[in-house]
């Protein structure tokens, strides 16, 4: 089970830059590992087995019954992990890939808020995956599914469809049979001066 909180927030001066205490590694972002959008579900089908087709799928459903050895035995099992080793920044990019764009938008030419909300629980997941994945093995002898969202922040009420947005995401808590993910969007804003 997985526990979300979100804070949605646009960022002035075409800043993309995760918050404070929450990177991990250099703070230039040629140096980060950011994901494209469409990356983290093709991540999620390679780490959960999952295929298009039927033959496939069967095959997998084998191979996962042989991933139970993996899983620890106990608590004490499990290796130490940090909130920085499940962090992960996805770019999506309206903005920049047109063709992509327009997946996102309704007939008023506004953002599906709906598609939004799909990408975070895909990146959720992944957060999850991340944070328990085991370095030895491809696929993951766990499934994870989101329990519910605790809050959603709204620090702007529309977002541009002509700008990039990034998502970044981290586990925030753990439990025994469940983890809290803590996601962030930004957006870059386009501030028009009231000066000429």
């Known amino acids: 089970m997985r526990r979300a909180a979100l804070r949605l927030c646009t960022l002035n001066k075409g800043l993309l830059t995760p918050a404070r205490g929450l990177t991990q590694g250099s703070q230039n972002p040629e140096k980060q590992n950011v994901f494209h959008i469409l990356e983290v579900r093709d991540k999620l089908r390679e780490i959960v087995g999952a295929s298009t087709n039927w033959r496939d799928h069967v095959k997998a459903m084998e191979e996962r019954k042989?991933?139970?050895s993996f899983l620890?035995?106990?608590?004490?099992?499990?290796?130490?992990?940090r909130m920085k080793d499940s962090y992960i920044e996805v770019l999506l990019p309206?903005?920049?890939q047109p063709e992509l764009r327009e997946k996102y938008l309704t007939?008023?030419?506004?953002?599906r808020f709906g598609r939004i909300l799909e990408d975070l629980d895909s990146l959720?997941?992944?957060v999850c995956?991340?944070?328990t994945r085991i370095h030895s093995a491809k696929m993951s002898p766990l499934s994870i599914v989101t329990a519910l969202v605790d809050k959603i922040d709204l620090c702007k009420k529309n977002l541009s469809p002509?700008?990039?947005?990034k998502f970044s995401g981290h586990v925030s808590w753990v439990g025994k049979t469940s983890m809290e993910v803590k996601m962030r969007m930004f957006q870059a804003c386009?501030?028009?001066s009231a000066h000429p």
């Open 94 to 96: 309206l903005g920049s």
């Open 190 to 192: 386009i501030c028009k």
């Open 124 to 126: 959720g997941v992944l």
């Open 162 to 165: 002509e700008q990039d947005i």
């Open 66 to 68: 042989l991933l139970q």
């Open 107 to 111: 007939v008023q030419n506004t953002v």
């Open 72 to 81: 620890a035995k106990s608590q004490e099992g499990l290796p130490p992990r």
């Open 129 to 131: 995956y991340m944070h």
